[in-house]
Every structure is written in structure tokens, then in C-alpha cells.
């Protein structure tokens, strides 16, 4: 059947990170920072390369990005790299089967072993970590 | 029947609590005919319902009394057969094993499950999934596997058993399959369904076969494209845990794990 008529959710379904626990809210962010930190590294390298222009030049752009607009930028490159980090590391050992339950005999009403309390208590670590990585960062670049 | 008037703080909470009494809710069911063009809608029963009424006979109160056109797939009625996974409030479950009063709600929307082409209403095309799981060659496979009068049974260990019991209890509902982001948007995907079946051969100590299986799933649609959203395990209805599943299989594929 064509795949027009295959009532298939899309990107907005697959984005929507309302539904299904904080597993899926977890994805959700792991894929916005990832994109988030790709975007941050190419600027980053952009930022940086001024240099080859000579000292005038790099001045100029570090008159630029340290601003209260640039240091807010970077409080949240420091939460999306912790996150992504810590979140990652719980990603991949689960990837190889690391952390993911047992199998057993199911008993009702079915709660699922590798939905348990160590990924949700990774996924709030990670949570906790970027949020202090960013109060921390943020006073750094904010305090005189 | 004498009315006793409750005192207000007598009175339920919200009018949303469903009693032993029969109450009345609004049933809002999708209805679309795509291959003929006809677009989705929705169309507005009001349906008795009891703490015990299922989704499913709110359905079939509506086909016995209001219109029996509205095309919904059951059969077992009992979480056995597969055939009435939908969207229920926004979530993928099964029509007979989600009862109204669970919902919490005086509106209650059905609609077809995603990711699954619609053949009419609430009914979805298997095909796919079907397909899928053949390919996953759902039998155990070894030389000597036909029972002859001297062959002998295989002996299995209740621990053996345990590593794939939980899997082989997959109805094929598809649940799995329509709540997973992988499948929202990558049309060859093998899916949770196909992939748990995988695994549960694999891991089954009777079976020789596990060559030709992780030939199938290593495949740039197949098991890499699992992210551990985990939405597979949060809807299926028997716990068999499909998330759990692929992550095994791919954690013996990585060498992780025996
Ligand atoms: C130690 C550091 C890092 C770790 C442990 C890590 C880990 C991961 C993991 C496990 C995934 C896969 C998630 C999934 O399967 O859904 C992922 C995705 C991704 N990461 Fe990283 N990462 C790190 C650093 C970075 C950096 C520095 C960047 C950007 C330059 C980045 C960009 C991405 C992108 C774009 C994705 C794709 C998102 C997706 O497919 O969901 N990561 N990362
Ligand atoms: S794994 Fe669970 S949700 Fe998926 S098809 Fe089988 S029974 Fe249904
Ligand atoms: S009718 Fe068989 S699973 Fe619901």
C-alpha cells in the first residue's frame, strides 16, 4: 500500500516526547543536544578560526561572544554536553545489554524490566548534573 | 428509588468516576476510508458504560445500536489474539484489555493505530508486520528438528526456559511497533516486534539457526536503528518487553554479552 495512506506519525510523532515515560523524553533530549552540540561545534570552529586572521580579529570576535547574550549560550552548551555525556554513557552500556533487566516469567501487570529504577535514576543524575554543570558555569561567566 | 441529596463533601471529586452504576460517556471514534479518498473524522456515540465495560464493547455497543458500519478487528476479546490494538486516548493499546474506567475520562477517542497503513477505521494493514516477523524465521531451526519415532525430546532446564519464555509470549498486536519513534519515521524498519522475535530464537538453547537470523537484522534498517526509546516495552500489553529484547540481542551481536 502506498505510503501515503500508511497513517505512518513522522517526525512530529517521533519528536513528541509527552507520551511513554521519561525513557522517551531521554531520547528526545539526547538527539536535541546531540544536534544542539553539532551546531555549537561548527560555530565553535568558525569562532576559533578567526585567529588565522590575526589578533585584531580575534579580539574583535571575543568582544562578540562575551556577552550576556554569549555567556547564556554557552550555561546551556554546558547542560546540553553534560546531559548528552551522562546520558550517552547510560545509551551505550544499555546498547550493549548493560542495565537492561533479566528476562523472566512476566507477571501482571507486565512492568517492563528494562524500563527499571537504575535507567530512570541514570536519567535524573544526568538531569541533575547538567542543571548544576550550568548553575556552576553560570557563575563562572557571570561573577566578576 | 428514594434520592438521599449528598452533602457537598459527599459528592465525588469530578464527574469523571465511573461507579457500579451505569454511567454515560461520549465515545469519539476516528472513521476513514483512505483508499477511497475519504479522509478521517470523527463521529460521536454516547455509550452506557459499567466499571467493568471495555473499550472494545463500547465499540460493538455502538455497531449493535447505532451504526454497524464502523469497522473495528477482535476476535478473542481476552489480550490473546492481537487483532484490536488502537489508539485509546492518544496511546496505543488493546481495545479488550483497557477498560473505560481506567481512562479517567468521560470522553473517550479512538483511533487507529499509527505507523500501520489503515484499511478502514479502526482496522489496520498487518502485512508488513506479518512480513516482518516471517523474516525473522520464527521456528526453531536445526537438522534434526522433525520428531521421528527414535528421536528423543529436547531437554531444556527451567533456566533455559527463562531466557526466552517471556518473549515467545508476543501476540503480534503491533502496539510495540506503533509506538516506536524509529518506526514513525523509517518505512523499512524491521520494528520491536520483528527484533524481539529475533532474539527470542536466539536466545532458545534448542535452536541452530542464529547465523541466518542476525544475517537479516544486521541490516542498516534493522537492529542499529534501535535507539532504547523504551516505547515499545511501555505498551506492550503481555511483558514481553521488546526493548529488553533487542538490547540483549544487540549486546550478544556487540560480544558483550554470551
Ligand atoms: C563523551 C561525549 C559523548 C557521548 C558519550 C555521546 C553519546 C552519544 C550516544 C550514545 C548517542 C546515540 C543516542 C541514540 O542512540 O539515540 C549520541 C548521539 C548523537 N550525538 Fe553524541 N555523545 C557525545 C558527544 C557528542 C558531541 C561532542 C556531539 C556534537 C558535536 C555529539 C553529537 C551527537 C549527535 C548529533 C547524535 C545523534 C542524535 C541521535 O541520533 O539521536 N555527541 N551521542
Ligand atoms: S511485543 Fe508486545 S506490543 Fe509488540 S506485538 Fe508482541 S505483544 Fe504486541
Ligand atoms: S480481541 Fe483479541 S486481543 Fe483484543
Known amino acids: 500500500m502506498a505510503e501515503r495512506l500508511s497513517n505512518r506519525e513522522g517526525i512530529k510523532g517521533m519528536a513528541n516526547p509527552t507520551r511513554y515515560g521519561i525513557e522517551r523524553f531521554a531520547y528526545w533530549v539526547q538527539r536535541l543536544t546531540g544536534l544542539g552540540l553539532l551546531a555549537y561545534l561548527i560555530g565553535h570552529i568558525y569562532e576559533t578560526s578567526t585567529i588565522v586572521n590575526g589578533k585584531i580579529a580575534w579580539n574583535q570576535m571575543l568582544e562578540l561572544t562575551q556577552t550576556p547574550q554569549g555567556h547564556i549560550l554557552l550555561t546551556l552548551v554546558i547542560g546540553m554536553c553534560v546531559f548528552h555525556t551522562a546520558n550517552g554513557i547510560r545509551v551505550m552500556l544499555g546498547h550493549g545489554g548493560i542495565g537492561v533487566g533479566k528476562p523472566g516469567q512476566p507477571e501482571y501487570p507486565y512492568k517492563a524490566a528494562s524500563l527499571n529504577y537504575k535507567q530512570r535514576l541514570c536519567i535524573w543524575v544526568s538531569i541533575a548534573l547538567a542543571a548544576l554543570a550550568m548553575m556552576y558555569g553560570a557563575s563562572v561567566l557571570f561573577g566578576d | ?258
Open chain 2, 1 to 258: 428509588m428514594a434520592v438521599v441529596a449528598a452533602k457537598p463533601s459527599e459528592e465525588p471529586k469530578s464527574n469523571t468516576k465511573i461507579t457500579g452504576q451505569t454511567n454515560t460517556i461520549t465515545l469519539r471514534i476516528s472513521r476513514s476510508n483512505p483508499s477511497e479518498g475519504q479522509e478521517s473524522t470523527f463521529a460521536e456515540f454516547q455509550v452506557p458504560v459499567q466499571k467493568w465495560t471495555t473499550v472494545l464493547e463500547a465499540i460493538l455497543y455502538v455497531k449493535q445500536n447505532f451504526d454497524h458500519s464502523v469497522a473495528v478487528r477482535y476476535s478473542c476479546r481476552q489480550a490473546s489474539c492481537g487483532s484490536c490494538g488502537m489508539k485509546i486516548n492518544g496511546r496505543p493499546a488493546l481495545a479488550c484489555y483497557t477498560k473505560v474506567s481506567e481512562l479517567n475520562s468521560n470522553v473517550v477517542t479512538v483511533e487507529p493505530m499509527n505507523n500501520f497503513p489503515i484499511i478502514r477505521d479502526l482496522a489496520v494493514d498487518f502485512k508488513q508486520l506479518i512480513s516482518n516477523h516471517k523474516k525473522m524465521k520464527p521456528f526453531i531451526i536445526r537438522e534434526d528438528s522433525e520428531v521421528t519415532p527414535e528421536s528423543k525430546e529436547f531437554i531444556q532446564t527451567p533456566q533455559d526456559l527463562e531466557k526466552f519464555l517471556q518473549f515467545s509470549y508476543c501476540i503480534k498486536c503491533g502496539l510495540c511497533n506503533s509506538a516506536c519513534p524509529t518506526m514513525a519515521t523509517d518505512e523499512s524498519f524491521i520494528g520491536p516486534q520483528g527484533l524481539a522475535q529475533a532474539y527470542r530464537y536466539v536466545a532458545d538453547n534448542r535452536d541452530k539457526g542464529k547465523d541466518e537470523r542476525l544475517k537479516v537484522i544486521d541490516d542498516s534498517h534493522g537492529i542499529w536503528r534501535c535507539h532504547f526509546a523504551g516505547s515499545c516495552s511501555h505498551v506492550c500489553p503481555k511483558g514481553v518487553d521488546p526493548a529488553m529484547a533487542i538490547q540483549l540481542l544487540r549486546g550478544y551481536m556487540l560480544g558483550f554479552r554470551k
